[in-house]
């Protein structure tokens, strides 16, 4: 049971880093987009990143510029979008007996 | 009038306490993500400033809190992730060495073969878990795959075991004797030849009061005189003492007398009566500090050899 709670928690973010592109995103971002509290969400990204999956970097603009504090962007490298778009097309089957689009 | 003013006074007290919570919330919130940072396994200030910069974004202090309460949770999913990507490493060799080592230090723990040594070996067997767990990173990382594969229940039920396991260890720990806590009973010793003293029994009131106790004859030798000397002792310390031979001593003239005096025997009497004894001198010891001499007039019919001293106790 834990083990699918936390593949789904990987596919969710990775779903929406495949919805966004090459899109960065930020912690605060994908909270909004995929309803995960922040205690689920950081270890996928720790984990995720680890296995070189995401990468990540600073904004570039100074904080004095922003009036806040800088933030840190993730988004898919290359090996981690081949590797999700497979795990896409390999769960397609199970997205369309559950009656949810598929990507083509 | 009266309800009016208490309950304008409560809603008053509310609303600065309201406010003093909403202005600590955040500060509180960025206490514990600072402490949720510095538990990561690496890149501690980057997780810092990353989730302060989270918090900045999140409105409202209990909203706050509440996200800080959850980034507590990430350092123990980052270290199992951390450990699961480290190299298998040599975990026979570690096992090995830190068997070795428990028995090493087993074989040199101060435990006989008591029943208190299941107490012992089972304090040593979590101290070495333990041991082993934060110096092998191989073993932690053994643990940290169990730990994953492991379910909720799984989970709940090893954590619930330890709770009897600590209760246990505690109990086992209390039952060892106190003796066997590193208190080892020193072997009974003689007092050395240098620091032997003669102590003679001399009742308080017989050397204070003379005319009120019976005379004390240091010079006789006869077991008969046990009850004239006891004068002024009740009888179960007649009972503990004996007499004695003491060393002879020479008087002024130079001709040796034997005295012979009363000595407790039995180590329990001799503390009990210690306070009522005085101490009989040879002149190559000197006179304790806490020892006074008694005034001569008050020993008259001690022999001039002879100084009789009482204890300050």
């Known amino acids: 049971m ?85 795990t896409a097309a390999a769960l397609a089957p199970f997205a369309r007996l559950a009656g949810l689009p598929t990507q083509s | 009038m009266t309800d009016w003013l208490i309950r304008a006074f409560w809603a008053l007290l509310g609303g600065l306490l309201s406010n003093q919570i909403e202005a600590w919330l955040p500060a509180l919130a960025k206490w514990l993500v600072r402490r949720a940072a510095a538990r990561m396994p690496h890149s501690t ?33 980052a ?43 089972s304090a040593l067997v979590i101290v070495f878990g333990a041991l082993a767990l934060g110096l ?8 940290a795959i169990a730990y ?57 009131d017989a050397i204070l009061d003379p005319p009120l106790a019976a005379p004390l004859d240091l010079m006789e030798h006869s077991e008969s005189s046990d009850d004239a000397v006891d004068t002024g002792r009740d009888a179960s310390q007649a009972e503990a003492s004996t007499f004695v031979q003491t060393p002879p001593i020479e008087d002024a003239n130079g001709s040796a007398a034997a005295a012979t005096s009363r000595v407790p025997q039995d180590e329990e009497v001799a503390s009990r009566t210690l306070s009522e004894t005085s101490t009989l001198a040879t002149p190559e010891q000197p006179l304790p500090s806490s020892q006074t001499e008694v005034p001569p007039a008050t020993t008259s019919f001690v022999p001039s050899n002879v100084r009789i001293v009482q204890s300050e106790q």
């Open chain 2, 79 to 121: 270290r199992i992730e951390f450990l699961k990507g480290m190299p298998r490493g040599h975990i026979a060799r570690d096992i090995g060495a830190l068997l070795a080592l428990a028995v090493a230090v087993a074989a040199l723990a101060p435990y006989s073969l008591e029943p208190s040594r299941y107490a012992a070996y």
């Open chain 1, 2 to 86: 834990t083990a699918e709670i936390r593949l789904n928690n990987r596919l969710r973010v990775l779903a929406k880093f495949l919805e966004h592109g090459s899109e960065e995103l930020a912690g605060a971002d994908l909270i909004r987009l995929t309803g995960l509290a922040s205690g689920s969400l950081y270890p996928v990204l720790v984990a995720l990143e680890q296995l070189g999956i995401l990468e990540s970097r600073w904004e570039l603009d100074e904080p004095r510029d922003l009036r806040r504090p800088r933030r840190r962007l993730y988004k898919l490298t290359a090996a981690g979008e081949l590797e999700a778009r497979e």
């Open chain 2, 45 to 77: 200030e980057r997780y810092e400033e990353e989730w302060l910069s989270l918090l900045e974004e999140t409105p409202g202090g209990l909203a706050k809190l509440l996200r800080s309460l959850g980034l507590l949770s990430v350092p123990i999913s």
């Open chain 2, 136 to 143: 092998s990173p191989s073993l932690q990382r053994l643990v």
């Open chain 2, 148 to 204: 994953e594969r492991m379910g909720y229940a799984s989970r709940i039920t090893v954590g619930g075991l330890m709770i009897p396991l600590v209760v246990v260890l505690a109990l086992a720990v209390s039952w060892i004797p106190a003796s066997r806590r590193g208190k080892h009973p020193l072997p009974s010793s003689e007092p050395s030849a240098a620091r032997k003293t003669v102590v003679v029994e001399v009742g308080v």
